[in-house]
């Protein structure tokens, strides 16, 4: 793996995590390019929020969830109570999938092979973190991070064990919403809401269990 090496179980120093987080996102750089993005926030989070892509906002800030369904994310974040400040966010993908369409360049969907490069940077830098829950945010991290067979309409809301060993829930993706209008959103962004408060709370009882 690319950066297997790196990225212990979060038992390190502050000092010695940062520079380790800081070590991770320098070769995914150098591995992917100056358009990756990799992910930010607390390095002692207890939650990680796992999205599926960059768009192009995303590239362009060199941070992830900036965009129109990273404006949504703080909104449902901070309607679950949630101060993005406490966690930790990052994408299964650390690169802009696109597509060519009139002579522009869309969001597409990323590849098996895209999503698998990807992991070689998530698996390790959620190591590093080592948040007690997840929250899988789309199809993509749900598919890669808890089983091939996720699917949105049975298994949102619905916790399962990680490949990290840490318990996961999906929910639908921010980008997913803003396509949305009138009932279909408000009901789903209230699905997504109710999911990141189950998952706000188990983090919150995991912390108190330390």
């Not at 992917?32 to 590239?59: H, K, M, N, W, Y």
């Not at 490949?163 to 639908?172: D, W």
């Amino acid at each position: 793996m690319l950066l297997g090496s790196l990225g212990g179980e979060g038992k390190e120093s502050g000092v010695d995590k940062q520079a380790a987080w800081e070590t991770l996102k320098q070769q995914a750089v150098e591995h992917f390019g100056p358009g990756a993005v990799f992910g930010e926030g607390s390095l002692d989070a207890r939650l990680t929020i796992v999205g599926e892509a960059p768009g192009q906002q995303e590239v362009e800030a060199e941070r992830p969830f900036v965009g129109r369904a990273g404006q949504l994310l703080d909104q449902v974040l901070k309607a679950a109570g949630i101060a993005r400040s406490d966690i930790y966010v990052t994408n299964t993908v650390k690169v802009r999938p696109t597509i060519e369409k009139g002579g522009r360049l869309k969001n597409r969907p990323p590849r098996a092979g895209e999503i698998r490069a990807g992991l070689e940077v998530l698996l390790p830098e959620l190591r590093l973190v080592a948040p007690s829950v997840l929250v899988l945010l789309g199809n993509v991290p749900a598919k890669a991070l808890i089983n091939r067979s996720f699917t949105m309409g049975s298994d949102r809301g619905v916790w399962s064990e990680s490949v990290l060993g840490a318990p996961a829930i999906a929910s639908y993706h921010p980008a997913y919403l803003v396509r949305l209008r009138g009932t279909d959103f408000g009901r789903t962004r209230e699905l997504v809401v109710s999911d990141l408060v189950a998952a706000w709370e188990r983090a919150r009882d995991a912390a108190d269990g330390d």
